[in-house]
Nanobody, 120 residues
Framework: QVQLVESGGGLVQPGGSLRLSCAAS????????MGWYRQAPGKEREVVAT???????KYADSVNGRFTISRDNAKNTVYLQMNSLKPEDTAVYYC??????WGMGKYDYWGQGTQVTVSS
């Protein structure tokens, strides 16, 4: 099995920065796409940013220019650098990874979520 463990959430003032990390561990053969999603209270989960194994990135319009996704393939870790945070960025942030599991095939895995609150 594969586990994704997130860290780095917290409370920050508007205009501030946070860096989220998500490390994958377990029976990992390879990881294709990785990404960050978020879910605010009363809203559906939405994609924030994704990155392929070749480091091609995509961003939601609402975060483009403020957030940067990156990954360290040697550490099976994906990061989300969040700058110029706004109150509307408040949500639970989840990481996702599309993993080839040895002897089993490809599966999608999710982290447990980390709360990001932007408030003065």
């Amino acid at each position: 099995q594969v586990q994704l463990v997130e860290s780095g959430g917290g409370l920050v003032q508007p205009g501030g920065s946070l860096r989220l990390s998500c490390a994958a561990s377990g029976s990992i053969g390879s990881i294709a796409a990785m990404g960050w999603y978020r879910q605010a209270p009363g809203k559906e989960r939405e994609v924030v940013a994704t990155i392929t194994s070749g480091r091609t990135t995509k961003y939601a319009d609402s975060v483009n220019g403020r957030f940067t996704i990156s990954r360290d393939n040697a550490k099976n870790t994906v990061y989300l650098q969040m700058n110029s945070l706004k109150p509307e960025d408040t949500a639970v942030y989840y990481c996702n990874a599309n993993v080839y599991v040895w002897g089993m095939g490809k599966y999608d895995y999710w982290g447990q979520g980390t709360q990001v609150t932007v408030s003065s």
